[in-house]
């Protein structure tokens, strides 16, 4: 049965989930976050989807002709919804925010790995060779020393990333800040 | 009647056990009496042997060093944990101690300083550890029983043979 309770609420909550699930695809697709991160781009998925589903009911609350069960609860419910919808509306100048949040978690996350990788492989190594050396156990000390070599050059490979999606690096990707040995009281 | 400190190694990198176990024995205030390469193996050799001190890695496979402490402590009765790791003091030797371990010392110092860090948070060590060390622990022949007086009497250096 038309209810212009039911029409004006869902088309509210309609709009408002459109609206900011635009706000987040756009702010993904800018920051180049669609396929790296999942989080929001489910997020704004929801909003999405759920933005439509409201804008069916409120197709069907404008043109049905028989009352739904629980019909003023359910209007009652949307009334909540929306007004939900419209606060989130208005945190919009947030949304960058939760974009930059989730990405840099998912940044801290993946450099703790990497530095727990490198405390594994190349400092312990260097900690063995350095004691190793001043101990006089001259042959481990090598032997700690060749192993943290090759365990540097590893980890430094998978950083750069495979060569063959399109990772390569090419002329003028290697120039560096400053020179690998400055020159004695120069600052770095 | 000289003691020596019993010395559990947990570090799960077997070379760097072997230089340690050298470094301390070579020290002669120390007696190493066990080795684990994890956190799991370390809590049961600690409650096995109870040693006075415990030299705790961090990073390691199956359990690492901040699960196993508090229950190393514990399995080891009276013993002292020193955590000996690879990470800077000022990032992981906070959490370490919270969890309590008596002192934190980073890998990759001189061996006589190593030494000299690892007896110095011993120090630290409640009162009941001195009786199990024997009844001759405050004779001055020994290192152990050097440090042990300085300990009590609050001396600031102490005898060290470098490593």
Known sequence: ?188 | MISRIRTLLVDDAAPLRRLLSLMLERNGAFAVVGEAGNGEEGIALADQLHPDLVLLDLSMPVMDGLEALPRIKTASGHGVVVVLSGFETNRMADQAKALGAAGYVEKGLPPSETVARILAAFQHAPASLLGTLGSGGLDSAGPVQGALKARRGGAGAFPLNAA
Not at chain 1, 167 to 188: I, M, Q, W
């Open chain 1, 1 to 188: 049965m038309f209810s212009l309770f039911g029409v004006t609420t869902n088309g509210l909550i309609a709009v408002a989930y459109v609206v900011i699930a635009s706000i987040v695809f756009r702010g993904l697709w800018k920051t180049k976050q669609l396929t790296s991160n999942p989080l929001a781009l489910a997020t704004g998925a929801i909003f999405f989807t759920c933005g439509i589903g409201h804008g069916m009911h409120a197709y069907v609350a404008a043109t049905s002709d028989h009352a739904m069960p629980f019909e003023t609860w359910i209007w009652a419910w949307d009334a909540v919804t929306a007004t939900i919808a419209i606060l989130y509306l208005t945190l919009r100048n947030r949304f960058p925010a939760l974009l930059r949040g989730t990405a840099m978690y998912e940044d801290l996350l993946q450099r703790q790995r990497e530095a727990v990788q490198i405390n594994d492989n190349i400092v312990q190594g260097l900690a063995e060779a350095k004691l190793a050396l001043e101990m006089g156990e001259e042959t481990q000390g090598r032997e700690a020393l060749e192993r943290s070599l090759v365990a540097a050059k590893g980890i430094i490979s998978n950083l750069m990333g495979d060569q063959n999606r399109g990772n390569a690096l090419g002329p003028g990707d290697l120039r560096r800040k400053t020179s690998a040995s400055p020159e004695k009281g120069a600052v770095p």
